[in-house]
């Protein structure tokens, strides 16, 4: 129980583009997913918080008009990278907590963003 | 802010043996502690996990302290294998619900 998916689990975009993730819960209800960013060698770090309906809440230093997320359904949220430049290479993290316990999330496997 | 400080950055065991992994936070209202591993390209995954009631938890060969008053948890694998080998987080959250995550230790197994 308690599976994650994302996908795709790689791309690779041309600068200026815009690349469109999705993170599913697919055997439990998602009431709030997480979006982290994890550069190489470095730990996770929270980009934005999002519950079903409701607009993201991001944190500090992250642009909302760059990085969209929706949460349209409670399996399904999506990270778009608008205009995305070299510099926003890396690797994204989705996690989903469902109604049981408020602090546990469950991983989705990542996707890779190379933007040349 | 809330901080969570992990110790060591890279440690290297020979099979066999135990390794131990530090962490300190910063929040006193934290009261979930979890730890990830995580193998290269993957996603985090939830190995073991301790609430704040609770000073230890064991699960086969690896077990979790936590001294709330000094704000430290730890991690203890025993009888380490190279399967082992990853790179290992802990992390603290509170009411927000918000994970706040160390820096990550670099676990070698040697065989």
């Known amino acids: 129980g308690a599976v994650v998916s994302q996908h795709p689990s790689w791309v690779i975009c041309k600068s200026g583009t815009s690349v469109k993730i999705e993170c599913r819960s697919l055997?439990?209800?998602?009431?709030?997913m997480f979006w982290y960013r994890q550069f190489p060698k470095q730990s996770l770090m929270l980009m934005a918080t999002s519950n079903e309906g409701s607009k993201a809440t991001y944190e500090q230093g992250v642009e909302k008009d760059k990085f969209l997320i929706n949460h349209a359904s409670l399996t399904l949220s999506t990270l778009t990278v608008t205009s995305a430049h070299p510099e926003d290479s890396s690797f994204y993290i989705c996690?989903?907590?469902?109604?049981?316990?408020?602090?546990?999330?469950?991983f989705g496997p990542g996707t890779r963003l190379t933007v040349l | 802010g809330e901080n969570v400080e992990q110790h060591p950055s890279t440690l290297s065991v020979q099979e066999g043996d135990s390794a131990v992994i530090k962490c300190t936070y910063s929040?006193?209202?934290?009261?979930?502690f979890p730890w990830y591993k995580q193998e290269l390209g993957k996603g985090p995954q939830l190995i073991i996990d301790i609430r704040s009631n609770v000073g230890e938890k064991k699960d086969q060969r690896i077990a979790v302290t936590l001294n709330k008053t000094a704000k430290h948890f730890s991690l203890h694998i025993t009888e380490t294998q190279p399967e082992d080998s990853a790179v290992y987080f802990c992390?603290?959250?509170?009411?927000?619900?918000?994970?706040?995550f160390g820096q990550g230790t670099t676990l070698q197994v040697k065989p």
């Open positions: 929040d006193s209202a934290s009261n979930y």
């Open positions: 055997d439990f209800q998602a009431t709030t």
């Open positions: 996690s989903a907590r469902g109604t049981v316990s408020y602090n546990e999330q469950f």
């Open positions: 992390a603290a959250s509170s009411n927000t619900g918000k994970l706040i």
